[in-house]
C-alpha cells in the first residue's frame, strides 16, 4: 500500500500569485482546464496500490472541502483528506507532525509532492526506481539552464549508482544543472530518520540555551519555536545524501514552477499540449461552421464563443465567459464570466473573473520564453515584459489597448496602459 502528501501552502504563501490568489487559492486555480492540484492528483490516482492522498497545508478546513468531495467521486478508489497546519513548522515539519495519521494503514512507500509546479509526473517510473534501488527516499531531478541553476535546489548525481551524492538549496555558485522537481518518493522508515534529526537538534539547542544562560543571554521562545521546525531541503535531503540514503530520478518530460501568476500562462500551454498528443477529448476542435481552433484549445461546456471567432494555439476558455464576432485569442487563459466583445484581442494573457473587454480592444502581453521572464514582475523599479495580467472584475473599455501590465481587480481602464503595475 501506498500514500501521498502534497504541501499546499497557505494564503500567505502565494503572495507572487497575486492578483489571482486575492480571489482562489493558487492550488485551485486552474491551468489545462483543471485546477493546479487536480493534475497531480490525476497522475497519483494511477500509481500502482495507492490508497489515500492527503493536503497538508494552513489554509482553512473549508477551503478545499469542496474540490475534495468532486476528487472523491471522481476516483472513489483513493481516500482524500485535508490536514490543517496552524504554526509555521517548516517544510517537512507538518510531513512530521501528523506522521500517524499519515502512517495510519501501515503504507510502505509515501509520495510528497509540492503543489506549485507543473510536470508529467511520471510516478510510476519514479516509484519502480526507488523500489529497485532500496533507498530511504527518491527525488526527481531535471535538467535545468547552468545560468538558471541558482534558483532551484540542486543535486549532485552519481550517475553509475543513481545516488544523489549531495544536495544544496538554491547555491550562490554553481554546484549542478540538475534540479529537484518537487517531487519526492520516501520509505515509510523516513519517519524514524526525521525523529533522529529533531532529537539531535533538541540536543544541540539545549546545549545552546545552557551555554547561553551561563552567560546571561538565554532567550527561549526563540530556541522553543525554532528547534520544532523541520526543513525539508535544508534539514532532511542534505542529510539523506550524506549519508547514502537518497537516490535520484531523471525526469525527461516537461516540468516548470508555478510560482508567479504569469507562470499559469507556460504552465496551460504544457499541459493543453500534453492533452492533445494524448487525444484528450475535452479539447475543443474546429468545425464547419466555427469558430477556428488552432492547436489545443479547451472551452468550458458554458462558455459561448461565436462562430468568427479564432482560438489559440494554448488557450483556456472557462465557465460561463462570452466570446464575440471575430475576437482573436492565443496564448492565454479567460476564467468565469468574462465578456470580449467584438473584434477584440487577447494575446499571452489571463482575464480575470467577471471582466469585460470593449470592442476592438486589445490585452497583450509578451511571450514566454524562459523561466526566467516570468520570476519577477519588476526590476529596478520598472516594469518587465511579461505576460498581461487582469485581475478580477476589470473593466476594459472599447479600444483599449493593455500591454504588459498587471491590473488588481475592481478597475475600469478608460485608456492606453503599457508596462504598468495599476494599483
Known amino acids: 500500500m501506498n500514500k501521498a502528501v502534497i504541501l499546499v501552502g497557505g494564503p500567505s504563501r502565494a503572495t507572487r500569485f497575486r492578483p489571482l490568489s486575492m ?85 510502505k512507500n509515501i509520495f510528497m509532492l509540492y503543489t506549485d509546479i507543473c510536470c ?47 544536495y544544496v538549496e538554491k547555491p550562490e555558485t554553481y554546484v549542478s544543472d540538475m534540479a529537484s522537481t518537487g517531487v519526492f518518493v520516501f520509505h515509510q522508515d523516513i519517519f524514524r530518520f526525521m525523529a533522529q534529526i529533531m532529537d539531535r537538534r533538541a540536543n544541540e539547542f539545549e546545549h545552546q540555551r545552557a551555554n547561553e544562560r551561563a552567560y546571561g543571554r538565554s532567550d527561549e521562545s526563540d530556541d522553543a519555536n525554532d528547534v520544532n521546525r523541520l526543513r525539508l531541503e535544508q534539514d532532511v535531503l542534505r542529510q539523506m545524501a550524506a549519508d547514502k540514503k537518497l537516490s535520484a530520478y531523471l525526469c525527461t518530460g516537461f516540468w516548470r514552477q508555478i510560482k ?59 465557465a460561463r465567459a462570452i466570446v464575440g464576432p471575430g475576437v482573436r485569442i492565443n496564448d492565454s487563459i479567460v476564467l468565469d464570466n468574462v465578456h470580449i466583445k467584438d473584434n477584440a484581442a487577447v494575446l499571452h494573457s489571463i482575464v480575470g473573473w467577471d471582466s469585460r473587454i470593449g470592442s476592438w480592444g486589445r490585452v497583450e502581453g509578451s511571450p514566454v520564453t524562459s523561466s ?35 491590473v488588481l481587480p475592481h478597475k475600469d481602464l478608460a485608456g492606453n496602459k503599457h508596462n504598468e503595475v495599476i494599483m
Open 120 to 166: 508529467s509526473f511520471p510516478l510510476n517510473d519514479l516509484l519502480a526506481q526507488h523500489e529497485r534501488h532500496g533507498r530511504l527516499g527518491t527525488i526527481m531531478v531535471t535538467k535545468v539552464e547552468r545560468s538558471s541553476a541558482r534558483l532551484y535546489g540542486c543535486v549532485v548525481v552519481d550517475y553509475e549508482t543513481k545516488l544523489a551524492a549531495h
Open 372 to 406: 526566467d521572464d516570468i520570476d519577477e514582475v519588476t526590476h529596478a523599479g520598472v516594469k518587465v515584459n511579461s505576460i498581461c495580467i487582469l485581475g478580477e472584475d476589470v473593466h476594459v473599455k472599447d479600444e483599449v489597448f493593455i500591454r504588459n501590465s498587471i
Open 23 to 107: 480571489h482562489l487559492p493558487q492550488p485551485l486555480f486552474p491551468v489545462g482546464g483543471k485546477p493546479i492540484i487536480w493534475h497531480q492528483i490525476k497522475a497519483l490516482s494511477a500509481v500502482k496500490d495507492l490508497r489515500e492522498i492527503i493536503l497538508i497545508g494552513f489554509f482553512e478546513d473549508f477551503v478545499f472541502r469542496s474540490f475534495l468531495d468532486k476528487c472523491q467521486e471522481e476516483f472513489p478508489e483513493i481516500a482524500f483528506k485535508y490536514l490543517r497546519e496552524y504554526s509555521q513548522l517548516g517544510t517537512a515539519g507538518g510531513f512530521f507532525h501528523f506522521r500517524d495519521q499519515i502512517m495510519r494503514g501501515n503504507p
Open 260 to 318: 508567479s501568476a504569469a507562470s499559469a500562462v507556460p504552465a496551460n500551454a504544457l499541459y493543453l499540449q500534453k492533452a492533445l498528443k494524448e487525444s484528450g477529448s475535452f479539447l475543443a476542435g474546429s468545425k464547419p461552421e466555427g469558430p477556428e481552433i488552432v492547436g489545443a484549445v479547451y472551452i468550458h461546456p458554458s462558455a459561448q464563443v461565436h462562430p468568427t471567432a479564432r482560438l489559440g494555439p494554448n488557450v483556456s476558455i472557462h
